[in-house]
Structures are given as C-alpha cells and as structure tokens.
C-alpha cells in the first residue's frame, strides 16, 4: 500500500463525495495527482476504513431470548417428514399454455398433506419450519394450516424474524397465552388494559367456552368503545348465538354506528324466536299471500309503500341501490329476515317444496324467491334449500328460486354431505361438467363414490367428443385435489392414447393422455401420503 498520510477527522464523507464525483473533477485527499489520484483515493480509503473499526467500541452482549415453548406433539414419521421436504421444495413452473405433462403439482397437495398432519396431530420438524413460514408468507390459503402444524415454535421464530411476523398477525392476541376461564381477574385486566388484538382474542376464546361470560364482559365496556371496535366485538356473538344473547342485541338496535345496528339485526333475525325475527315475520306476512279465488291458487304479493323508523331500527336500510326500486328492495329485506318456519302456516300449512312450487301473480317470483333463497342460507334450513334448488336435472342454470349458479352454491352448502354430493352427481350427469365448477367447489372431500363416478364419466364423454382437455383444466385440478384415490384403478384405462377419430381436434388425444396419467399419478401421490402419515 502507498504511503499516505492520517486522514482528517470525519473524512469519510469527503472520500466518498470525491469516488462519486470523480478523482478528475475534484482532489482526493492526501497525496497523488492525475493517474495516481484513483489509486491514492483507494488508500485513503482502505485507511480511514482500518481506523473506524479500530475505533469502535465492543457493544454489550445482548440477552439470549427464551427457548421457545415445547411441542408435546410426536413427530413425524420419517417417511412423512421427507415427504413434507419434497412438498416445499416444489415450484409453481414459469411454464405457459394448457399442456402441464403428466408431472403432479407437488404445492397444490401441500394444503391437503398440512390438513392430514394436523388431524392427526403431529408436529412439524424443527428444521422444516423456515421453509414453511416462507411458503404461508407466500400464500395466505395455507397460512391457518401452516401455522397450525407449524406449533409454537413458529411464533418464537417469528418474533425474531420480521419477515414472518404474519404467523403473530394471523394468531389471535399475536401468541400471547390467554387466561384460562377461572382466572377471571387476569381477565378482566386483560379486557381493561390489553391492546385491541388480545381483546379481540379473549373474548373470542370466553365466547367459545363461556357464552354468557363473553357477553356480560362485553357489556361493561360496551358504552366507551370505538364503533369500530364495537362492530368487531358483535361479530364474536356468532359462535354461541342463543336466545340469552337477545336482551343485548336488542339494545344494540339503537347503537350510533349504522353498521352495529345492522350487525345487531342481522344476528337477531338468526334467532327464530327473537322479538325482531317476530316483527319481521308480520311484516313480511302482511306483504305475502295465497289467493284463492284463482282457479290455480297462486301467491299475491303487495310490497311496503314505505320504509318506517321502526323498520329501519330493525335493520331494514331504506335507500335502495341504483337501479333498484324501493318497494321490491324493502320486500326483500323483510321476508330474509323473517323466520322461513313461519310461512307454511301463513301459506296455507304448505310444506316449503309446496310453497315454492306455487306461482307468483305480477312478476314478483323472481324477487320472492331470490329473499328465500338468502334467508335459507342464513338460517341454515336444508328443507328450503332443498326445495328451491330444485331438480338437479332441471333445464338451465337455475332452480325454481336460484337465480344464479353462485346461488345454488350457497343453498348447497346448507345440505349434509351425502345429499350435496347426489345433487351434484346428478346435476353433472344431465348437464356435464361446464357449469359444475361452483358447485363442486361445495362439497365435501374426498368426492363420494357417486359424485366422483360422475366427474369421471363427464371426463371420458368430453375426451369421446374430441375437444381439448384445456376446457376442463379446472376440474381437472379439482379432480387431482377431491376424488378418491381409490378412483385410481378405475382411470388406468383412460390413461392409454385413443385413435384420433377424424372429426377430433388435432393431437388431443395425446393431451387427454396426459391428463389423465397426471390425475392417476396424484391420486397414487395422495395414496401413499396418506399411507405415510397413518
């Protein structure tokens, strides 16, 4: 190194002011001119750089933070943790176009591995958890499961690691442990002084074991807190929602905050025998009837003329949307949240498949029965879900109340498992698989023999037709994720290259091929999965 002389005090800033302007537009500091200035500016950098950390002072060591709490969950078997490794590993490809080959796509049965794991109640390997944190930072669908498996250990790695302080976010009170039930002091200061997450967990983890407790905690606050506090602390009412919880939500009526009322209303009309679903009930009554005098007996509907205070206090909100006409938006209104048990006695004693199958005089049956389609899905009512789906095998996307194949999700979503998987087994059948995707969605997994036959066949009849397999790529993955993997065996003989008949678009064939052989091959990957964390 050449020679140069100590540098001034501070002059760090000057040696880098001159690196970034340049040696021939301003002097570097010590010796050296023209072509030896660079090499002299270098010096004195290497210098100044030896002082200042010759003159840095050693800092005092900083506290060792606390083990991370234990996992009393037995870890995995060996087999299971290799295959957790091979998962994580897998990227989504960069590839474009419908041609996948016949690999399986390893992320995509990530979610369906974290749900097994975790109902079998094993713990993650310690070494896997950076990586998992990483994938669920990534995809918030996988973040409950994750976290999940991923135990307490994941939330001590996250409080050291910003990157993975969603997985203290995404917890209720950010981690913190809870008071238990009978610590009703720590409770109550928790409830006081906590910040808003831990309130919101506690009185979310009260709710679940202790309705009545979460309430009256509730309440000894409720006149002091923010409205948007008070709309999130309402919501925690669901879980546990009973006739006890009536007396509150009837004061909530009359909350400030448009939103709380509405809240409050909305729960209240869950409840059948509550005094609003009651009010409800006559209003929408006097609005619904069957008139007789008709040679085919048929629903007359008289929709409200106004938007009382007493209708608003109940939730009724009384400006309707653009393009909406007042009445009908008001007559929708009142007959969602009027109890559905309440109109086979105002109807005649009919039964709800009665009711719905009655005509409805001046265009008002769209409007009828789109409230009843929403009320049964609020309500949970499987007999009027049940009726207005209608016929799987009925023409078009609609049933006799749904208005939308959106709608009928819903209404399937109240039905048990078995009956949503023959309603869609059926309505596939009739219809095929292009308007199935929603409903599939809805149903339970692994697919019901039944349900899972019927996709199959779909799938064969579209390959038959000669189209390309691209049109169903949806299903397809739906397929790969919900049918059985006993269906394995019954696919192998779609997994061989049919003739091209002449009509058949080029090469697909081959396509269904592949597809087919990356469906078996996935439903033998969830097999031994499965097999793994047994």
């Not at 007789?292 to 009724?316: F, L, S, T, Y």
Request: hydrophobic content about 45%.
């Amino acid at each position: 190194m050449n020679s140069t002389s100590a540098p001034p005090e501070n002059s760090w800033e000057e040696l880098v002011t001159v690196a970034l302007l340049g040696t021939d537009r301003r002097a570097a500091p010590g010796p050296g001119a023209g072509r030896e200035a660079p090499v002299a500016l270098l010096d004195a950098a290497a210098v100044e750089t030896v002082r200042r950390r010759a003159g840095v002072r050693p800092a005092r060591a900083a506290t060792r933070p606390e083990p991370a709490a234990p996992d009393p969950r037995p870890p995995l078997p060996p087999a299971a943790a290799r295959r957790l490794a091979q998962l994580l590993a897998d990227r989504p490809g960069a590839g474009g176009g419908g041609r996948r080959g016949t690999a399986p796509d390893l992320m995509e049965l990530l979610p369906q591995w974290l749900a097994l794991a975790n109902a079998r109640g094993f713990a993650a390997p310690p070494e896997a958890l950076p990586t998992l944190l990483d994938t669920a930072r990534g995809r918030t669908d996988l973040r409950p499961a994750a976290l999940a498996f991923a135990g307490p250990r994941a939330l001590w790695l996250a409080r050291l690691n910003q990157d993975w302080r969603f997985a203290l976010r995404a917890t209720p009170g950010g981690g913190a442990e809870l008071p238990g039930p009978e610590e009703t002091d720590r409770i109550r200061r928790l409830w006081q002084e906590g910040l808003f997450a831990e309130r919101v967990a506690l009185l979310t983890g009260v709710r679940a074991q202790e309705p009545a407790a979460a309430r009256e905690l509730l309440e000894t606050t409720w006149a002091t807190e923010r409205a948007e506090d008070r709309l999130m602390f309402l919501d925690s009412l669901r879980t546990g929602l009973g006739a006890d919880d009536e007396p509150f939500l009837e004061r909530a009526l009359t909350d400030r905050s448009r939103n709380v009322r509405a809240t409050a209303a909305e729960l209240l009309s869950a409840l059948p025998g509550s005094a609003l679903a009651a009010r409800m009930a006559d209003r929408a009554g006097a609005c619904v009837a069957v008139d007789r005098m008709r040679d085919v007996p048929a629903i007359v509907v008289e929709a409200p003329h106004e938007c009382d205070a007493g209708m608003e206090r109940d939730g009724v909100v009384a400006k309707a949307p653009a393009g909406r006409g007042e009445r009908s938006w008001w007559l929708g209104q009142l007959v969602e949240a009027a109890p559905l048990a309440v109109w086979s006695a105002r109807l005649g004693g009919r039964t709800a498949e009665e009711i719905v199958g009655l005509p409805v005089a001046d265009d008002w049956q769209g409007e009828l029965h789109a409230a009843w389609c929403r009320a049964a899905v609020r309500q949970r009512d499987a007999d009027w879900s049940g009726a207005l789906l209608g016929s799987p095998s009925a023409a078009g996307a609609a049933g006799p109340g749904a208005v939308s194949l959106a709608e009928r999700a819903k209404l399937l979503a109240t039905l048990g498992a078995g009956e949503r998987a023959e309603w869609v087994a059926a309505f596939i059948a009739t219809h095929g698989l292009t308007e199935a995707f929603q409903l599939l969605g809805v149903c339970a997994v692994p697919w019901a023999p039944a349900l899972g036959g019927a996709v199959v066949d779909a799938l064969n009849i579209a390959r038959d037709a000669g189209s390309y397999p691209w049109s169903f790529s949806g299903v397809m993955g739906l397929a790969e994720r919900c049918l059985s993997p006993t269906e394995a065996a019954r696919l192998d003989a779609l997994t061989a290259t049919p003739e091209e008949e002449e009509n058949a678009s080029p090469g697909a064939g081959g396509y269904w091929s592949e597809a087919f052989q990356r469906l078996v091959t996935t439903l033998r990957l969830r097999a031994a999965m499965e097999e793994e964390l047994s």
